[in-house]
Nanobody, 122 residues
Framework: QVQLVESGGGLVQAGGSLRLSCAAS????????MGWFRQAPGKEREFVAA????????YYADSVKGRFTISRDNAKSAGYLQMNSLKPEDTANYYC???????????????WGQGTQVTVSS
């Protein structure tokens, strides 16, 4: 089992930045891929970014490429999502999740946090 807790969400103006954190405990975090997903009201949960166990491989959704950066620190059992140039359409509840391998598919992620709300005002 892996327990995940997100933090760092909040209210920010368009063009601003936020850094989300994901603290992991339990099963060895460093052996798992980690991803960030988001869900806006009335919409399905969608893939945002993912990073492999070593940090050497990453995927991004086209909508965030060039603005968001995913990273991890296995020594601290933590993952991060740096979000720059935020837009109102980035408003959502953001979830971190872990999977056995690097991928973009929601159903492949077995472990999920409770989410942290990000609101971007125009």
């Amino acid at each position: 089992q892996v327990q995940l807790v997100e933090s760092g969400g909040g209210l920010v103006q368009a063009g601003g930045s936020l850094r989300l954190s994901c603290a992991a405990s339990g099963r060895t975090f460093s052996s798992l891929a980690m991803g960030w997903f988001r869900q806006a009201p009335g919409k399905e949960r969608e893939f945002v970014a993912a990073i492999n166990w070593s940090g050497g491989g990453t995927y991004y959704a086209d909508s965030v490429k060039g603005r968001f950066t995913i990273s991890r620190d296995n020594a601290k059992s933590a993952g991060y999502l740096q979000m720059n140039s935020l837009k109102p359409e980035d408003t959502a509840n953001y979830y971190c999740a872990c999977a056995a391998r690097l991928n973009r598919i929601r159903s492949e992620y077995a472990y999920w946090g409770q989410g942290t709300q990000v609101t971007v005002s125009s």
